[in-house]
């Protein structure tokens, strides 16, 4: 089955609107020509909707950093699925590890996340991935078995669209990236899990990303892998110039 990779990029908490847009402008030309590869911003949720605006009707897609999982209600700071919705978003990531580690949250929140996304028909982007220490342990396989199982809990998959990331937390933000042989015996791994948990054609139509350190001159490495489907990216998706040239390398390894 093919699988059209995914360049996400994951800005955090950087970019006003007013630079979102900036940056909206600069890579659409620079990507135009990409058909290969899905390129998809995540900024932060104050730039979506006029950004959604701007990316309407492009070849770009963009996706929110979270959600929260009740559609209204009185939960004060927090955004639901058919929010994000209406500010033309696709996709939302879950259970980024920054989430995960400074902001409490659990399996289940992100467990919660991904069925209320699911109903809304957006696109979760699940997080997954083992601390340095639980590496070293040799428990890695374990804990992203573990969020595996408790953040896709009840879900009901058939007929609808989930990308997986695997970004092993001690390779997010520290310019130490996993080696492509790792990345790839990992997301080998998750897509057997899953073809276990689910089925065949489920696992063989997921979308699995790595993500941890990723820059122009290691994707290639990552794209030549069977199971790795793209990339989800911090650091080197905050300049357009950077994610084009990440996005069009993908591009250059699908098209062999
Ligand atoms: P990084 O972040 O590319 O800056 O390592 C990746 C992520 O957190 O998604």
Redesign the pocket.
Known sequence: MMRIPIIAG?W?MHKTVAQSLEFVDEILPLTAEIKGVKVVLCPPFTALYSMGQRLQGTHIEMGAQDVFWADEGAYTGEISPPMLKDTGSKYAIVG???RRHQLKETDEDVNQKVKSLLQAGLWPIL?VGETLEQRQAGNARQVVKEQLEEGLKDVDTTGTDLVI?Y?PVW????GVNASSEDAQDMIGFIRQELAGKFSQEMAERVRILY????KANNIEEFMSQPDIDGA??????LQADSLAEIARRAEGIVNG
């Open positions: 994951n955090k980024h590890s920054e997080c990331a970004e390779a997010i933000g520290t993500g941890g350190s990723v989800l990216i911090g650091g080197a998706s």
